[in-house]
């Protein structure tokens, strides 16, 4: 039986420890949550509904304003169109977020959820980040709990961790000073898990937070879990600068190294002992880093990704098909399954060697 880590001993572990020792102990806390040696990974897409947004945060290149001229809000034939080819390659999930449009209203929301569920009931959507759901309630005057009550009714499945960023309000003032503040992302999430509509944790790491910020960023997300259970997984990657305000401004800002990467994702496999999954995140960090990262606690590859545009117009440009997936799974001696949103095995895929 394990016993749990605390602060002072997972700081001590991301400062000191070597790598290996650190892939050692992440490897062998991942086979007692994965005995099988099964590596999943799901068949999604991104379908970012809308670029416009308010929050401005410095840290993306994504975000446009009402009046630019390549802002859009995706119509629902065009939403239709790009969950059609998803259906094609056997998709089962829409990753589905915004920007935070300032002006769109809770019945908007519910007419787009429960027009995608009843076309597509095989369909699987796991949508709208802390913030945005945060922003909905405030627009149309309701609480967070009625915002996700309605879209839980409508089709709403799932929630993504998004906007997490570091849950630290020093470091949130600095990199994204309009976006909701810690405790707040952390309330969405736990009046969510109480609706039972599962969710997934997630950091962005490598601006100008401490390791002690990280290490009260896997805390507070741990605490949520002891109370409610309701993460699924856990997903974190590097800020990737590439045209961010936040780049220009701090044009000096170290990029984090894969080493980097590894070393913290080994001690969030480490201290966070009650979420089940942890995913790689080879579309900052490239497929063969993807790949060591199974090494170092992540037992799940994410998505095939047919569309990403957020952190793709902040310069991380990896694509991946799901032939690449099984291969970088079998390669490294696993076995490939293509999952659900619930992280249910849907299929495995036999060895070809
Ligand atoms: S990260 Fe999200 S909330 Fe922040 S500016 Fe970009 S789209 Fe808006």
Redo the contacts with the bound molecule.
Sequence with gaps: MHTRLTKEEALDLMKNADLNTLGRMASARKKELHPKGITTFVIDRNI?YT?I?????K?????RHEKDADAYVLTFEEIDAKIDELLEIGGTQILF????HPKLKIAWYEDLVEHIHVKYPSITIHGF?S??LDFIAKVSRITIEEVLTRLKAKGLASIPG??AEILSDRVRDII?P??IDAEVWVNVHRQAHKLDIMSTATMMYGTVESDEDIINHFDMIRNLQDETGGFRAFIMWSFQGKNTELLARIPDMEKPSSNRYLRLLAVARLYLDNVPNIQSSWVTQGPYIGQMALRFGANDLGSTMMEEN?VSSAGAAYSMAKEEMIHLIQDIGEIAARRNTAYETLEFFECAQ
Excluded at 53 to 57: A, F, G
Excluded at 97 to 100: A, D, F, I, L, N
Aim: proline content about 0%; hydrophobic content about 40%; glycine content about 12%.
């Design positions: 970012n670029n947004c308010w929050v401005d945060c840290f993306c290149a994504f975000y977020q915004g920007g935070v980040s913030i945005e998004a906007g994204a309009k976006k957020v």
